[in-house]
């Protein structure tokens, strides 16, 4: 091979080399549809549930928290199972999160109930709200680090159905926001700094679904929805209050062994 021969042949190789490594560097620009729909209903969710709260329908509005939830809980596992990822997916759906599970708990929240207490009301629901926001930030730069079984810091989906929880049973018992402004002016921003705690929360990805499990555990299942379409207000506040104790719990139990 000729001296000129090698030269093309080893600029050709580094060519080849460069658009690998932008390849690598470069996020894949796509825009699917499929999953991006239930990220737009998550959004749309969220944002009726500022438009409900500002009419004063507070249990419309924390339904509709939830229900994000559910959009937002789909719209992952729709784009996993139909290879359907990009990087803009996952820049919409953190925006999404901060307008579902920051701004419009927030919101409601301050609304309903902390508006009367003026400036600590609306700074605990400030605390809350960029809890939110530094909450999701952080995720974002653990992914591929943090471990999968586990979250740090109480996840902002849960931490929006305390707050979502919480108003939908006081409403739904006749109890109104202004009776319990001063325990939602404690609650909200614990809420809040959970979030950007480092408190360990069980993530239950690891949660095999297709395996065997006893006929105890359908049961269970089975009495678990019941009781959520009885009473669905006090038992997923329940839950998910249970759900924001547990990692402290977990703390305190492994001090004491």
């Given at each position: ?22 390849a ?16 737009t ?5 969220g ?19 939830f ?55 609306w700074i605990?629901?400030?605390?809350y ?38 108003i ?17 002016a404690?609650l909200v ?26 006929f ?42």
């Open positions: 091979m000729s001296v000129h021969e090698k030269e093309s042949a080893s600029a050709e190789d580094a060519a080849v080399e460069s658009s690998c490594e932008d690598i560097k470069k996020p894949r620009r796509e825009v699917y549809l499929l999953p991006n729909l239930f990220t209903a998550a959004l749309f969710s944002f009726y549930s500022i438009i409900a709260a500002m009419n004063g329908e507070f249990s419309n509005a924390s339904v509709a928290i229900i994000s939830m559910v959009f937002d809980g789909l719209d992952g596992r729709v784009a996993r199972m139909t290879r359907t990822q990009s990087a803009f997916g996952a820049e919409y759906d953190s925006l999404a999160d901060m307008v579902s599970f920051g701004i419009a708990p927030a919101l409601v929240v301050f609304t309903w109930s902390l508006a009367p207490l003026g400036k600590v009301g605990a629901a400030f605390i709200a960029v809890g939110a926001a530094l909450r999701l930030a952080r995720f974002n730069t653990m992914v591929g680090i943090e471990e999968k079984r586990y979250f740090t810091g109480l996840p902002s989906p849960a931490a929006a159905a305390i707050v979502a929880g919480v939908w049973a006081a409403n739904d018992k006749g109890v109104s926001g202004e009776a319990l402004s001063t325990i939602m404690l921003p614990i809420v809040g700094l959970l979030m950007v705690s480092n408190v360990k929360y069980r993530s239950f990805k690891d949660l095999n679904l297709k395996g065997r499990v006893p105890v555990v359908l049961l269970i299942a089975v009495l678990s929805l019941v009781l959520i379409a009885l009473e669905p207000a006090l038992v997923l506040m329940g839950v998910f209050c249970l759900y924001g104790l547990w990692g402290l719990l977990g703390i305190v139990s492994k001090r004491f062994r």
